[in-house]
């Protein structure tokens, strides 16, 4: 059970845009800390995809854009591509438990 | 080029111990804190232990907590974690990641490829 809270899975086309969620709570993303996303494609070790709940980091496609509100967060991809297909994880820092935390992760799938 | 390298993962038997190592480059690396993340096969990501700059604060997750011990020593630009008391849960790819700030703690801006710790009878 992850502290953060992730659909398992979500799909979509070529061209569409889709939304990952990632839901906290008060010792969380509600008590003002950041979020932060990654992107693991198969087989390689995560990339740093959005910080700071709507940064991205050089090299990152603003096809990929963030944001959060409340005790929840979300990323969106807009003109899904073929390469997008890779696992999302989000991330923050929980003040109960003194630990950063993670969603379960997201496998997103390129219909 | 940032560059991080995870040496020290293998089979190692119930209760028994092994320590990771992690070499960095590209980068000042007494001016950033570094984490522990690891990976079971399959599975989800799960932050592991984090240390700050110049090792004045330290926290591990609950699954290792009292077991795993985190350290680095910047004159060689390198993270440790010694891991003691292992058990069959612990199997996963252990990643050494940077994090973006030096002295709190905020999120992993570079990972390393990982290694693979297995614990098996």
């Known amino acids: 059970q992850s502290v953060l809270t992730q659909p398992p899975s979500v799909s979509g086309a070529p061209g569409q845009r889709v939304t990952i969620s990632c839901t906290g709570s008060s010792s969380n993303i509600g008590a003002g800390y950041d979020v932060h996303w990654y992107q693991q494609l198969p087989g390689t070790a995560p990339k740093l995809l959005i910080y700071d709940n709507i940064n991205r980091p050089s090299g990152v496609p603003d096809r990929f854009s963030g944001s959060k509100s409340g005790t929840s967060a979300s990323l969106a991809i807009s003109g899904l591509q073929a390469e997008d297909e890779a696992d999302y994880y989000c991330?923050?820092?929980?003040?109960?438990?003194?630990?950063?935390?993670f969603g379960g992760g997201t496998k997103l799938t390129v219909l | 080029e940032v560059k991080l390298v995870e040496s020290g993962g293998g089979l190692v038997q119930p209760g028994r111990s092994l320590r990771l190592s992690c070499a960095g480059s590209?980068?000042?690396?007494?001016?950033?804190?570094m984490h522990w993340v690891r990976q079971a096969p399959g599975k989800g990501l799960e932050w592991v232990s984090g240390i700050t700059w110049r090792s004045g604060s330290i926290a591990y997750a609950e699954s290792v907590k009292g077991r795993f011990t985190i350290s680095r020593d910047n004159a060689k630009n390198s993270l440790y974690l010694q891991m003691n008391s292992l058990r069959v849960e612990d199997t996963a790819f252990y990643y050494c990641a940077r994090d973006s700030y030096k002295s709190s703690w905020r999120n992993f801006d570079y990972w390393g490829q990982g290694t693979l710790v297995t614990v098996s009878s």
């Open positions: 991330q923050s820092y929980d003040s109960s438990l003194n630990a950063l935390v």
């Open positions: 590209g980068f000042t690396f007494d001016e950033y804190g």
